[in-house]
């Protein structure tokens, strides 16, 4: 723990199966104008929307409608949520969904009183807003991008074909409530919530695989990888088990609310080419991680061999006994990859849409981290993605 | 994680050896009264106090003495800091010290516009303010209680023989902010630095040993074991050792800044043991947890074997081969032991000043809990508080 770094995380989170009525806590909070977001629809079916529109009736809030945010939200959704919330004078952004919902919401947040292109202010140059913010409500119905907790936003350009996330330093940016019930996340369809899962591990592997100092955030990590995985293998067999639903969700906020990052660099690789793949493809995001991930951890572990170990020792229960540090490393990613497996996962972006032809594409749309063990040339991320085929 | 619960902790920290700077962007938060609140005078001469006053006089502050605040801070010391701060219309009560200074500033907190007597209100009947409260800032000088992130307060009345901690349930009195310099802990006796040490590691397992549920907190208390017994074997050589104290410091706040227990139930049995130990020897907080807690856990393992056993395994690398659960879990016990041998804890109570006719007084001033593995009763105290002479 040598860096220093401050820490401030004030959502204010609900937790459980009878979390939804404490949004009865929080609306007072707030003026009567709430710009209602949510996705494709799901959560008419299920009953989540019923819910929660009764509940702001009931407070005597003004709904105003968004719904139709896409799995990778787009800058031209982003412009038509802006124009919502202008219209009518919308006090809060309240949504319910999945962090694409979520980094929605915080992208209209940053924008509404914006008098730039919020694209080209946030997206491309990375600033933070200089203007008035909406504040941002969350019920969350999908467990993995950790967007309920965090100032991250990621918006997909198209045209430009980038998605690029927006880590906002200020956390009046962060949701000032999100209602997490582990119960909505059990009528998510398995792939989803296999993807949420890689998603959770994902976001831990970035923060763990850079650095060599010893630090309580490692631990931290460790014990959160420990924890999903044994869930994961509950939940893709027996999906409605409360107790494994509960702890991937809860993994899932704590996974990327900046906690396991404080005083260590860190690396977003995987996140970078991901990404990347997501912009061609439109596939789900946790698959286009999973799908880079074991040939990337593959091509950089002899430049963080130490950590590579610790990873399978401490997270993989590898043993040591006899075995030179690269065996233990390569026997921790092959534990990785059965676990994987198992839970079915993409393990090449063939399968997500992509071909040879978009190698290319995809190399010159990635962008280029250095807090990892091995900073990439564009080279080596074309092998990586030929690997990934 | 099958509980449900809710987590708000707003606090922001400054941690590192530059955070002391960062009272500049705070001081401008909150009006000109500041009420200095320090212990015995060491702040004095290692400089920090002159450090502090120093930004205070830069930022045009009125500086209100409150030093003196002892070790176990008590009622009287209470009513007169709540006196200082309503003579002079204190804006801010700004701790710097170690938790005792912290809890009395809280304690003083909820007591300023309070109309009942504080003891009686918040220290007797557990009542949460309904009164407007003063904010809380801290300056860290030594790394163990967690007050520093949470809304925990404990006062000594010597006259009724009790000390007894509030957790208050409202955020608005956890500390606005906290500067965590490791550098700080570093003047601090050996004996102060491994008391702290004890009182982390004790936080955990109050809130590890309960409950037989699969929790993603029970994965995060290993972790945050794991590291504090590896940075305190460092630590207890090594003093200066800026990676080991730095861990040790944030690994304190995260023992006890609510995390840990969220979603299960939690003990606190050796708190409540050591707390009444504490009040009939006013010794060392850590070390009165330390002397009581191998009889304790001893006692209470037959009742929670199979925690006990994933202790040994998962915090002590006990290997389970050929044993059975128990002699795993007391192989676990025996590790701790040794650990605490090597840290030169205090291991009885005797040398802390407590004697046989103490006994009964003790076991009468002991808060009996119920979320251990085993509800003690009076005599059972009697036996563990004899086993620890």
């Given at each position: 723990m040598l860096g220093n770094f401050s820490y401030c995380n004030p959502t204010k989170l609900y937790f459980g199966d009878d979390s939804l009525k404490y949004l009865n806590e929080e609306l007072p909070k707030y003026g009567k104008n709430v710009q209602l977001i949510y996705g494709g629809g799901s959560i008419k079916k299920n009953g989540i929307y019923d819910q929660v529109v009764e509940t702001l009736k009931a407070q005597g809030k003004n709904i105003i409608e968004d719904g139709g945010v896409m799995p990778n939200p787009t800058v031209e959704k982003l412009y038509e949520g802006i124009e919502i919330a202008r219209k009518n004078n919308v006090d809060l952004l309240l949504a319910v969904g999945g962090g694409s919902c979520c980094d929605y919401a915080k992208a209209v947040s940053v924008s509404?009183?914006?008098?730039?292109?919020p694209w080209e202010k946030y997206y491309i140059r990375f600033e933070e807003p200089d203007c008035e913010t909406l504040p941002v409500g969350c019920v969350l119905t999908m467990a993995g991008t950790g967007s309920e907790m965090n100032a991250g936003s990621v918006i997909t350009n198209h045209k430009s074909k980038m998605k690029v996330g927006h880590v906002f330093a200020d956390e009046r940016i962060m949701p000032r409530f999100s209602i997490l019930n582990p119960k909505f996340t059990m009528t998510l369809p398995k792939r989803q919530m296999i993807a949420g899962v890689y998603d959770i591990f994902n976001h831990i592997c970035e923060q763990y695989f850079s650095g060599d100092d010893d630090n309580t955030s490692d631990y931290l990590s460790e014990a959160l990888m420990r924890s999903v995985i044994h869930s994961s293998k509950i939940a893709v067999n027996d999906p409605q088990n409360y107790e494994a639903r509960s702890n991937i969700m809860w993994t899932a906020t704590w996974a990327l609310n900046t906690l396991i990052s404080r005083g260590k660099s860190t690396d977003w690789m995987v996140h970078m080419i991901g990404q990347a793949v997501g912009a061609y493809t439109d596939a789900t995001h946790g698959m286009t991680l999973s799908a880079v991930s074991l040939p990337y951890y593959r091509y950089i572990m002899p430049y963080g061999i130490s950590k590579f170990k610790r990873f399978a020792v401490?997270?993989?229960?590898?043993s040591t006994d006899g075995k030179t540090d690269e065996q233990i490393a390569l026997e921790g990613l092959s534990e990785m990859e059965n676990w994987m497996k198992e839970l079915g996962l993409a393990l090449n972006i063939t399968e997500l849409g992509a071909n040879m032809d978009m190698i290319d594409g995809i190399a010159d749309s990635t962008l280029i981290m250095n807090g990892g063990y091995k900073v990439l040339n564009r080279d080596e991320i074309v092998e990586i993605l030929k690997k990934s085929l």
């Open positions: 509404v009183n914006c008098k730039e292109d401490e997270v993989w229960n590898v």
